[in-house]
């Protein structure tokens, strides 16, 4: 948002030129700039105000034209306190959080909640051929997972990948789609999931973990292992399932974006998003970006608008904190559904995951992990009380892994686990605080919206 004063000052020369000369505070304000420029006198009325400023005469236009040009500068300052309020609202709502004002907050979130229900109750409604036959569908299917049978082998088998893959899905789902501060579901769990298969499978010295308990628990297989039956790519393979679902949950995760983006543009209606209005108003500075982190998003924009699939590709299969920008650039230009979707789901689902899996793979291995504990140890003064914690973390891994029923209880678990456990509780309970505060405000801006069109009417 931006706030900015217009104003308009004869010069001398200006008066002799027959022009005005025109100062804007915020130069980012170029929709108000070219509103208030449109308030310029024609060249003709500005010599003749200095042939009339020479002889003494008033300064006088025709009533008509000071009655326009009143009306016009009128409309002008009207916009700029429009936008005035917007940016003191836009703070107001900012406030809006568990911590500040704790009641409040749980009862706009409550509200928030109640008409987010019954909006998808009406869509829902409006799509009731649909969903009846999903209805139907499970009606079925879990008719099918009741009767006795040759066939429940099979549903066993399907239920469990079924589950398994729902899992990774809605991680991913979480890790993207803008619910609060978004969950970093790969630094909670697919991360450390592949790091403990790939220490497994440097000790146990083979894939072959008994399902189950695997995947929930890794227990090293009876059999011998075979020297040199480990390798990169084995290890890649028993974790791709899980790796591609969670890259799929995340270009799932990345479809809101696109789909606000594009009906607003269908249907030319103010978006009622703040990502969108910064996008348009990045688009008004395209000239005149200046700083590194517009320029970045420019870069983006311009990538996928002129590339198109391969552009989306390449901003998909990598690391990359603006690709919102880019579900909402395919979402304003139009671009084709499956265009967006589909490059986004390669780029993440395939590309992306395998050199993430490579990295953490490559990272844990067995002589990599060793050389980071021998250089913990290295470090002066501290070395020998640092490294001790992750040896005795080492160790209790293996003991885990090589354990088997009634054989006792492993050594319990030193205080590192115990941290990284007390680290993933507090994130989450951080993301579920972020998605109060969030809905929230979003019911804030509803009342906002609906007291501002109500002073409109009046």
């Known amino acids: 948002m931006f706030w900015m004063t217009c104003r308009c000052k004869p010069t001398p020369s200006a008066l002799e030129a027959g022009r005005s000369c025109w100062s804007f505070e915020s130069p980012s304000a170029s929709r108000t700039a070219a509103m208030c420029r449109r308030e310029e006198m024609r060249p003709r009325e500005w010599r003749r105000l200095g042939e009339m400023a020479e002889h003494g005469a008033d300064l006088e236009l025709p009533r008509r034209r000071v009655g326009a040009k009143e009306q016009r500068n009128g409309k002008c300052a009207e916009t700029l306190s429009l936008a005035k309020r917007k940016q003191r609202d836009r703070e107001e709502r900012l406030g809006l959080l568990l911590w500040k004002k704790p009641i409040l907050t749980l009862h706009y979130f409550l509200l928030e909640s109640l008409l987010t229900l019954k909006e998808w109750t009406c869509k829902l409604w409006q799509q009731r051929a649909m969903a009846l036959t999903v209805l139907l569908g499970l009606v079925f299917f879990s008719f099918l997972y009741t009767m006795e049978g040759a066939h429940q082998e099979y549903v066993q088998y399907l239920e469990k990948k079924f589950l398994w893959c729902a899992y990774w899905v809605g991680l991913g789902i979480l890790s993207s789609v803008g619910l609060g501060t978004g969950l970093h579901t790969f630094l909670l769990y697919l991360g450390p999931h592949i790091a403990s298969v790939t220490l497994a499978a440097y000790e146990c010295g083979s894939m072959n973990f008994p399902e189950p308990p695997y995947p929930d628990q890794i227990i090293c297989p009876q059999e ?152 913990i140890g290295a470090v002066p003064l501290l070395g020998a009380s640092l490294q001790k914690p992750f040896r005795e973390y080492l160790e209790a891994q293996r003991a885990k892994l090589h354990h088997r029923g009634g054989e006792g209880t492993p050594a319990g678990e030193n205080w590192l686990s115990w941290v990284f456990e007390k680290v993933v509780i507090i994130m989450v309970c951080y993301f579920v605080c972020s998605i109060i505060n969030s809905m929230a405000q979003s019911y804030a801006k509803r009342l906002q919206q609906q007291k501002l069109s109500e002073e409109k009417t009046k």
């Open 224 to 375: 011998e292992a075979v020297e040199g039956s480990i390798s990169l790519w084995t290890i890649i393979s028993k974790v791709r399932l899980e790796a591609c679902m969670w890259g799929a949950g995340t270009a799932i995760g990345e479809l809101p974006p696109y789909f606000m983006a594009r009906a607003a543009r269908l249907s030319g209606a103010e978006p009622d998003d703040e990502d969108y209005e910064e996008f348009e108003e990045m688009l008004e500075q395209a000239e005149s970006a200046q700083d590194f982190a517009t320029r970045a998003k420019l870069t983006v924009q311009n990538m996928v608008q002129k590339v198109g699939f391969f552009g989306i590709l390449a901003c998909a299969s990598i690391p990359n904190p603006l690709f919102d920008l880019a579900g909402i650039t395919c979402g304003h230009f139009l671009v084709p559904f499956w265009t967006f979707f589909g490059a986004t789901l390669i780029g993440k689902a395939v590309l992306k995951m395998h050199i993430q899996k490579l990295f953490v793979i490559i990272t844990f291995s067995k002589h990599i992990v060793e050389q980071m504990v021998s250089l």
